[in-house]
């Protein structure tokens, strides 16, 4: 049973374009809600992440839009580049940032 | 900055041998995670540590065991490998903000696993 359902699992964007990735979640007990950016090969890096006290968290061109009522929060990559291009994890956890669980992960290629 | 370092970076054994993974956290980080990832998978998580014990407990199988130094960094061992073993092991550390709350987990460059 998968705890963090993510969704597309693959997404295609023009530069400049609005990258939207979703994410949905079952355990009520998660409070700390963080997505990582991974290139092949390389381990995933730290992107943005939100907490339940917030519904929305923005970092440069990256926001993290959550709705706790729905058990759901998305990320939005605005004017979305080439260089963005990789896979995305949403992940969740809880009693403070203890350990992740990962969605599926979504591949995203922006096209020139 | 300093990030976390992982070795060997790649990996090659045949069935049933043995491989030993090392995982060297971001310096003053107190917890290290491992995760296995499959091809076209996420993350699964193993088994964590914090200050030397274990912390937690996922997916690990029986014929892995890991600890942690009293530096920091982990060993994952794993034995009798099987061909299903096969994939990117990931170590991460994070500080503790305050006992029982860990801090942002960084994720190292991963260790590829063939077992041929």
């Known amino acids: 049973q998968q705890q963090v359902k993510q969704s597309p699992q693959s997404l295609i964007v023009q530069k400049g374009g609005i990258s939207i990735i979703n994410c949905a979640y079952e355990?009520?007990?998660?409070?700390?809600f963080p997505w990582y950016q991974q290139f092949p090969g390389k381990g995933p890096a730290l992107l943005i992440a939100i907490r339940p006290d917030v519904s929305e968290k923005k970092e440069g061109r990256f926001t993290i839009s959550f709705n706790k009522s729905a058990k759901q929060f998305s990320l939005h990559i605005m004017d979305s580049q080439p260089g963005d291009s990789a896979t995305y994890f949403c992940?969740?956890?809880?009693?403070?940032?203890?350990?992740?669980?990962f969605g599926k992960g979504t591949m995203l290629l922006v096209s020139p | 900055a300093a990030g976390v370092i992982q070795s060997p970076r790649h990996l090659i054994k045949e069935k049933r041998e043995t491989a030993t993974l090392k995982c060297y956290p971001i310096?003053?980080?107190?917890?290290v995670y491992w995760y296995q990832q499959g091809p076209g998978q996420d993350p699964q998580f193993l088994i964590s540590f914090y200050e030397k014990m274990q912390s937690d407990k996922g997916s690990i199988p029986d014929r892995f065991s890991a600890q942690q130094f009293s530096d920091y960094h982990s060993e994952l061992n794993m034995s009798s490998l099987e061909l299903g073993d096969s994939a990117l092991y990931f170590c991460?550390?994070?500080?503790?903000?305050?006992?029982?709350?860990?801090?942002?987990?960084?994720f190292g460059p991963g260790t590829r696993l063939t077992v041929l």
């Open positions: 991460a550390s994070s500080l503790s903000l305050s006992p029982g709350l860990a801090g942002e987990q960084f």
């Open positions: 310096p003053r980080h107190d917890t």
């Open positions: 992940a969740a956890s809880s009693e403070g940032y203890s350990t992740l669980t």
């Open positions: 355990n009520t007990a998660f409070d700390y």
